[in-house]
């Protein structure tokens, strides 16, 4: 109550400063630009369930973030690397006029100006919420969609070097096993022409035929008198491998456990090379798969309203603040007076 009279005698003064205050904030106020806000909100997933590895094998999608997923999402995003990419992609040393790239107070000026302008944190439902502030709100959405992006991609890379590796040892295992395939292939046929055999079951039971056939007809020639040195000469040829047959005993019962040895070498080799092809075409296929580490639940947008300045609010707290110090001032300038009429009157 008492600074009543005070701001009576003064009001001038008071009105003075309020109105110039006033027009001066307002002034400002008018040629502040707008500045937009576009957000885009996302659910960052586990490496794990999105690794086509997995997925090929029958393995389902979870929707669901844990908390490294979160903290590895917002890290990624608020990285260097990342800010670098997005400066440089969306030229922001042009828009933020901070003069050419690799001058060191140009490139922390707008480093600083990017950061101050992005925002990443994660709300109370689990999610991060990507917000990027800038005078173009066209720009401010692309740019939060554009780290949206980013962020997936480098989050599929912490698997993908891996994967590229298992990939390498596929192939490294399937041209192992076709080599070692060919050329026991190639040994099994050798042994085969070496040994003439060209089917063991069949052709063990024509010479087993044959044998039986040619001693009953050498018998009958024996008891008859007929050609026996004639079939003499034919059983030597089905029995030993000088008598002048290709496919005879000796050989027969001399390659079978070498045959036999090959052909299991063969169907064995045979067997791993198709699982190791397959499994070496599954991983080549899942490392070409991109699929994304995250759930975008909503994407940015251009903003339909500013997010600030507020004009009014600057206007009249500006007022207010000028009303008070005015207040103050000349509260103590009467404060000054009266003390020093004291002292030079005393009473």
């Known amino acids: ?39 885009a909100i996302f659910i960052p997933t586990n490496p794990q369930t999105t690794d086509p590895d997995r997925l090929v094998e029958g393995g389902k999608l979870e929707l669901g973030g844990r908390a490294e997923d979160l903290d590895r999402a917002i890290t990624i995003g608020e990285s260097q690397p990342v800010a670098e990419l997005i400066i440089k992609k969306f ?76 990939l390498t040892l596929y192939r490294q295992r399937y041209n192992y096993l076709s080599t070692n395939y060919e050329r026991s292939r190639q040994e099994l046929v050798g042994a085969r022409r070496r040994y003439g055999i060209f089917g063991l079951e069949m052709q063990g039971r024509y010479m087993v035929k044959q044998l039986i056939e040619t001693e009953a007809a050498l018998r009958k020639a024996e008891a008859s008198g007929g050609d026996v040195a004639g079939l003499k000469r034919v059983l030597r040829g089905l029995t030993r491998t000088d008598g002048g047959n290709l496919i005879n005993l000796e050989s027969y019962v001399r390659g079978t456990d070498s045959l036999n040895m090959f052909t299991t070498r063969v169907n064995d080799l045979q067997g791993r090379l198709i699982s190791a092809r397959s499994a070496y075409e599954t991983a080549e296929l899942s ?43 000349i509260t103590l300038l009467e404060l000054y007076r009266h003390n020093r009429s004291n002292t030079l009157h005393p009473a």
């Open 1 to 39: 109550m008492g600074l009543g009279p005070i701001i009576n005698r003064w009001k001038p003064f008071v009105a003075g400063a309020v109105a110039l205050t006033a027009i001066v904030s307002v002034v400002v106020a008018l040629l502040l630009p707008n500045v937009y806000r576009s957000t």
């Open 287 to 329: 490392i070409k798969g991109r699929i994304s580490s995250v759930y975008l639940v909503q994407k940015a947008y251009p903003a339909t309203k500013k997010f600030k300045p507020v004009r009014s609010l600057i206007v009249i707290g500006s007022v207010l603040l000028v009303f008070v110090l005015s207040v103050v001032f």
């Open 91 to 166: 030229d922001l040393y042009k828009h933020y006029k901070a003069g050419e790239a690799g001058d060191d107070a140009a490139d922390n000026f707008v480093l600083s100006e990017f950061s101050g302008n992005l925002s990443i944190v994660h709300n109370e439902r689990d999610a991060i919420e990507l917000t990027f502030i800038d005078k173009d709100k066209n720009l401010a959405a692309q740019v939060a969609n554009a780290l949206v992006q980013v962020i997936d991609s480098v989050n599929q890379q912490l698997t993908l070097e891996n994967r590229r590796q298992v």
